[in-house]
């Protein structure tokens, strides 16, 4: 049964029905469909198939601090010795990107310590990650904070900045930062994170660690559950495939017990960028399965659709099966998509009308530009008038600012250098998160690094010599 979408403008609505006047009668109190409209415009359906037994995929709705709409499933596994067990759950939060689980979705309970850039408030200096003695922590988005040894190196010891009362330790060194990390908890548990070849996620081509995903957590008393991972480095993808437990050190057992979760190829393969090292998202989770002596207990499969506006992924359908092939009613999941368009919004002059071009009067109408000049992650406006004139974008309109010529006039661009007018760059060149100018000038590489409210020029050179400058005449793709 699937329930049509004519609304998302309440706050919350919940719904419960039974399916058939037989499970009516039989299982007054059971779900055999569930529709909850979230303001992410989410919907979410439960249908009965003939393998179907009478129950429903628990779940549970919540609403962030930052306001995101958040739905969490609970993931099922056989017990572990003293409650030595995963915790995993797929979440879903209005706000999520496109991951393993395609938008929005994520798999919870699997921890993981990763770099960070650098904070004015927390370090007194603004920073992006370099893969140098500058970037930060985080585990699972909580900044580490060094409370003895230096930042980064073998043995230095930290506490999360809302402090959870453990005890963490960075170890050895991999490149520019630890090879690993151990973490004492408040309950007694050891959790260690990089500490095995498939759980260090290494930056392409580099000896940097990026990722120190949890490999291992033990107690007090030797039991223990152990993930492994699967990582391409040639594309800089890694996803979990497999945990074990049931088991004890100090017994000398090995585990029983896992969880293993399969993938599936995705059409909407995404590729991102951090510092210059590529991470690509090939695969999508497909299913979740979990195992007692070798035996299938448990089994989530997953479903998807794409988009109709976006092509990307995203989660249509979850059913929860045992190891008879027996399930509970499917739990099916719409989206509203929206209607993609352009909305017409006068943001002001920024300042006076001045600082915005006269096209038609300027020789150099053309050498216009956008990018984040100052780096606070709203898009700006930059041209070029004997001086660069820069509009800094806000949430409301334009601050106006006259940041110079960067350097002086050998900076600035050769507009009316013959074949070269066209070849000049925006990007963030530095890595400090703030977008810079580029141009060449026929013999050299000449760069206005952005600080924020004005240009410093540099002169970066021809970069390996003549032979890896451009002979711009010489192809077709020059302009």
Not at 178 to 189: D, E, H, M
Not at 191 to 200: I, K, L, P
Request: aromatic letters at 16%.
């Amino acid at each position: 049964m699937v329930i049509p979408v004519i609304s998302v403008f309440a706050s919350w609505f919940v719904s419960f029905q039974s399916t058939s006047a037989k499970s009516k009668k039989r299982h007054r109190n059971r779900f055999s469909w569930l529709a909850i409209f979230l303001p992410a415009s989410l919907f979410l359906t439960n249908s009965v198939t003939a393998n179907t037994v009478p129950g429903y995929t628990p779940g549970e709705l919540s609403v962030s601090p930052s306001g995101a709409a958040n739905y969490t499933i609970p993931i099922a596994v056989p017990p572990g010795t003293a409650g030595m067990q995963p915790s995993l759950s797929l979440n879903y939060s209005s706000q999520g990107g496109n991951g393993l689980l395609g938008v929005g979705w994520s798999l919870g309970g699997l921890s993981a310590i990763s770099r960070c850039p650098a904070t004015i408030v927390q370090d007194g200096f603004k920073g992006s990650i370099k893969f140098d003695n500058n970037d930060r922590f985080c585990m699972d988005g909580q900044r580490l904070i060094v409370i003895n040894g230096t930042y980064g190196t073998d043995g230095a010891e930290y506490r999360t900045e809302s402090d959870s009362f453990s005890k963490i330790i960075s170890y050895g060194t991999a490149g520019d930062g630890p090879a690993w990390f151990k973490v004492y908890t408040k309950s007694g548990q050891v959790v260690e994170y990089g500490n095995t070849a498939d759980s260090r996620i290494e930056a392409q081509g580099r000896s940097d660690v990026l990722l120190w995903n949890v490999n291992k957590i033990s107690d007090a008393v030797g039991n223990y559950l152990e993930v492994s991972y699967y990582e391409d480095s040639a594309i800089g993808e890694y996803y979990p495939v497999q945990i074990d437990y049931t088991a004890n050190d100090a017994m000398g057992l090995l585990p029983q017990a896992s969880t293993q979760f399969e993938f599936e190829s995705r059409p909407d393969v995404t590729n991102v960028y951090i510092a210059g090292s590529k991470i690509s998202t090939t695969k999508r989770l497909k299913y979740i399965k979990a195992y007692v002596g070798g035996a299938l207990v448990y089994n989530y499969s997953l479903y998807y659709e794409n988009s109709s506006s976006t092509a990307k992924s995203r989660i249509s359908a979850i059913t929860q099966c045992d190891n008879t092939g027996t399930c509970l009613p499917e739990t099916g999941f719409s989206y509203s998509d929206g209607n993609l368009s352009f909305v017409d919004t006068d943001l002001g002059s920024g300042g006076s009308t001045g600082y915005w071009p006269s096209w038609s009067s300027k020789s150099s109408q053309s050498f216009q530009f956008t990018g984040d000049f100052n780096g606070d992650g709203i898009t700006d406006f930059m041209y070029w008038d004997n001086n660069w004139m820069v509009l800094l974008g806000t949430e409301n309109g334009f601050i106006a600012e006259n940041w110079g010529k960067g350097g002086g006039l050998g900076y600035w661009p050769y507009w009316n250098h013959t074949g070269y007018q066209s070849f000049h760059f925006t990007g963030d060149f530095d890595g400090d998160g703030k977008t810079d100018f580029m141009h060449f000038t026929g013999t050299t590489w000449r760069v206005l690094r952005s600080t924020g409210s004005s240009f410093v020029g540099e002169d970066w050179g021809k970069g390996s010599g003549l032979g890896y400058w451009p002979y711009w005449n010489q192809y077709s793709s020059q302009d």
